[in-house]
């Protein structure tokens, strides 16, 4: 029922490209341009400034993509509660998740949700928290699940399942270390961390502040933009890496890897569900929900 010319004008505003609007739409890219088109015939205003092969959005497309995107969420909404009425769940869910939560937790959880509301299309984004978060603020997404401690106040957050983050090295390396190492010991030891913007690094850094010990004054040999980069690396140097426990269970019962313990610095963290604010309810309400009631199984 929704005004489809108005999905695609938000597609093109997002991207700010005919081309890539066309291959998320799977619609030609003459079809696009006859969409716009119309648009700018229908409001007697010019949506995009074109600079050679560049667009950009004029004060009109400006104001037209603040007010399709509050349109084509109360569409979305209507087509969810009018569905309800006769006990159906249809209508498409947008999932963002942090890398972690989309590599280590999500996969089971997805594919119990799909049995049971089969109707419901399901699609995920996937990048680091901060990520995530920008793609929920640019509604580009209906729901975030993120693992830092930074909180956005334009955001809501809702506690979904503890993590721990541990240190773990090669039980291959040269690095020649005890079980237990103290905080004040960090600046010796080779490191290999998550990248920035990543809940990861967020909940090191914090618990690096706790004993005055700041991530510049760390041996850090890279950082790279995924959990299984830093396992990869591991198992080849001699270094030592930040990851969270539940990506690593399988491999540490296979004594792939070593946990040091690092006394007197716990790096705990929840992950969280993140919303935008008044933007409760809908499917990503039903998401929320079957997640926090199936969380003792993930």
Known sequence: MSD???????????????????QELFISQPAITKHIQELESTYQVRL????????????A??????HSERILDDYKRLAYE?????????????????????QYVLPPLLGSFIEKFPQVKLSLFN???????????????DLGLVEGIVRLPQLKYTDFLDDELVAIVNPGSKLRMADEILPQDLPNIPLVLRE????????????????????SALNVLLYLGSTESIKLFLSNSDC?????????????????????????????RTFSFAQMQGQEGGLAQVFMQYALLHNKKL
């Open 4 to 22: 489809f010319r108005l999905k695609v004008f938000q597609h093109v505003a997002k991207n700010l490209s005919f081309t890539k609007a066309s």
């Open 48 to 59: 995009f400034d074109r600079l050679g092969n560049k667009i950009t959005l004029t004060e």
């Open 61 to 66: 497309g400006k104001l037209l993509l603040q």
């Open 82 to 102: 009018m569905n309800l009425l006769h006990n159906a769940y249809t209508g498409e869910l947008r999932l963002g998740a942090s890398t972690t939560i989309a």
């Open 127 to 141: 990048g680091n928290s901060r990520d995530v978060e920008t793609a929920l603020q640019e509604h580009r997404i």
């Open 196 to 215: 920035r913007g990543s809940g990861t690094l967020d909940v090191f850094e914090k618990a690096l502040q706790q004993h005055e010990l700041r991530l």
């Open 240 to 268: 030592m890496g930040i990851v969270s426990v539940r990506s690593v269970s399988r491999e540490l019962m296979a004594g792939m890897y070593r946990v040091i313990d690092i006394k007197g610095m716990p790096m705990q």
